[in-house]
């Protein structure tokens, strides 16, 4: 008989086994069914009071240059035909407003580019002078309105891409006319 009772308790190992397996299983299932849930619960924004969003652009400021309020002139100082022309669109695509498009008046000798640029426009050639590429000169000049020339030289070919703000751009400028108002 001692045979008969060693199977029946290997059995009810077995058995007890089998039951310990399947709780545990179960128990895991749950587990991570609540995390799960929890997870979605934690990304719907439950349980906050208030959205925190930042702010999406810098707070309007007049003084500061944008290619909308930068006048470039755009001189050709090579024998490229239409290469003033081609440059003065793509800086109007751009934003910036196109004043005189023609030859060099100095006819003066340009490597890549020359930005000139006169007292009231030096706040400006940080947004001109970038857009020439690498070898792009300045030079200062005694004009007493803001604009900006651009001039091209032999080794130009087109523009550079637009550097990259490290900020926030700025915010458009509040209008004049009151909310309200229709017209």
Same mark, same amino acid.
């Given at each position: 008989?001692?045979?008969?009772?060693?199977t029946?308790?290997?059995?009810?190992?077995?058995?007890?086994?089998?039951?310990?397996?399947?709780?545990?299983?179960?128990?895991?299932?749950?587990?991570?069914?609540?995390?799960?849930?929890?997870?979605?619960?934690?990304?719907?924004?439950?349980?906050?009071?208030?959205?925190?969003?930042?702010?999406?652009?810098?707070?309007?400021?007049?003084?500061?240059?944008?290619?909308?309020?930068?006048?470039?002139?755009?001189?050709?100082?090579?024998?490229?035909?239409?290469?003033?022309?081609? %440059?003065?669109?793509?800086?109007?695509?751009?934003?910036?407003?196109?004043?005189?498009?023609?030859?060099?008046?100095?006819?003066?000798?340009?490597?890549?580019?020359?930005?000139?640029?006169?007292?009231?426009g030096?706040?400006?050639?940080?947004?001109?002078?970038?857009?020439?590429?690498?070898? %792009?000169?300045?030079?200062?000049?005694?004009?007493?309105?803001?604009?900006?020339?651009?001039?091209?030289?032999?080794?130009?070919?087109?523009?550079?891409?637009?550097?990259?703000?490290?900020?926030?751009?700025?915010?458009?400028?509040?209008?004049?006319?009151?909310?309200?108002?229709s017209?």
């Amino acid at each position: 008989m001692p045979d008969r009772d060693l199977t029946a308790e290997l059995r009810h190992r077995h058995q007890n086994r089998r039951a310990a397996t399947t709780i545990l299983i179960v128990l895991l299932m749950l587990f991570f069914a609540f995390w799960y849930a929890y997870s979605y619960y934690r990304a719907s924004g439950a349980g906050e009071a208030t959205p925190t969003t930042g702010p999406t652009c810098r707070p309007f400021n007049p003084k500061v240059p944008t290619p909308a309020v930068t006048k470039v002139n755009v001189y050709n100082a090579t024998s490229k035909s239409g290469l003033a022309a081609r %440059t003065a669109a793509d800086l109007r695509e751009r934003g910036f407003l196109i004043g005189t498009v023609s030859n060099d008046p100095l006819s003066r000798k340009v490597a890549v580019a020359e930005v000139r640029y006169g007292p009231a426009g030096r706040t400006r050639v940080a947004l001109v002078s970038p857009l020439g590429g690498r070898g %792009t000169t300045t030079m200062a000049d005694k004009r007493k309105d803001t604009s900006v020339d651009l001039v091209l030289g032999s080794s130009f070919s087109t523009l550079a891409p637009s550097p990259k703000s490290a900020g926030l751009p700025m915010c458009p400028a509040p209008s004049s006319r009151p909310s309200g108002s229709s017209t």
